[in-house]
């Protein structure tokens, strides 16, 4: 049996490419878009474009979500309205306020939640760990991250994601270790710090290197998606598994096994 899906955003880039990714073991059962967009009142397979996630989502049984954090909010409380078993966002920008709110609402459904639902991705974020993990304070790491130039957060998700698990791999929180953008005159740069590094250029849909850097040589372990499917065809999965998981707030390590 088909699993049963609405998307929020569902005329944008990653709502396209949800709906052309999902195959024959998903239903498009219902889809949102912002107040104002043409699409609204579109129809398709029986069911038509709403500004309303309750509407989107009324025969659903998973929401996904690429859109905004004050969007995917709202989305998330007009879902207690209906029967949506799981719901998987990776919208990007999130505050931790924002990120507590979602964590409140897994408290009654399943979700899926993070900034990067790419298989290479969260293999890459592995490694960094493994690596920074293994080299000392004398390596500097530098992330350098690249999106198209209509993305409004910086550094991307994704890049925070790839930052915090070279922390982690060296004992330490972000926060700890992070230094501001070279810009002006800085001084030396501290030694074992991470910096990020970010370009907003064109239709470039996510590039990210990390790079680990010494006196002597240079480690780099890199990424680039060359098609917007990678992130679909990772929250379909991650909605394939989601569905059948109790209320909790998971993350695609989960969905993979990783």
Do not use: C
């Not at 005329?11 to 052309?20: C, D, E, F, N, T």
């Not at 029967?83 to 966002?89: F, G, S, T, V």
């Not at 999130?94 to 993070?114: F, T, W, Y």
């Amino acid at each position: 049996m088909s699993i049963r899906i609405a998307i929020a955003g569902i005329a944008g880039r990653m709502g396209q490419a949800l709906v052309k990714s999902a195959g024959e073991d998903f239903a498009v059962a219902g889809g949102s878009e912002r107040a104002g967009s043409p699409a609204l009142g579109a129809t398709q397979g029986g069911w038509t474009v709403s500004d309303s996630a309750a509407k989107a989502a009324q025969s659903a049984d998973v929401w996904i979500d690429f859109t905004t954090p004050q969007a995917s909010l709202e989305a998330l409380e007009l879902l207690k309205l209906t029967k949506i078993k799981a719901a998987i966002i990776g919208t990007t920008g999130l505050s931790p306020q924002q990120e507590q709110q979602v964590a409140e609402h897994a408290k009654r459904i399943a979700i899926v939640r993070d900034r990067n639902f790419s298989l290479g991705v969260n293999l890459m974020i592995g490694l960094v760990e493994q690596v920074a993990a293994r080299l000392g304070t004398d390596w500097d790491i530098e992330i350098t991250e690249g999106h198209h130039r209509r993305k409004v957060d910086a550094p991307s998700g994704t890049a925070l994601m790839i930052g915090e698990a070279a922390a982690k791999g060296r004992g330490k929180s972000l926060s700890e270790i992070r230094i501001p953008p070279h810009d002006g005159m800085t001084g030396p740069r501290k030694e074992g710090s991470l910096a990020f590094s970010v370009i907003r250029g064109g239709g470039i849909i996510g590039d990210h290197e990390t790079a680990f850097i010494s006196d002597e040589e240079i480690l780099s372990i890199s990424h680039r998606a060359l098609d917007r499917a990678i992130f679909a065809k990772g929250a379909l999965a991650a909605a394939k598994w989601a569905v059948g998981q109790k209320p909790g707030l998971y993350t695609m390590r989960d969905v993979l096994g990783l």
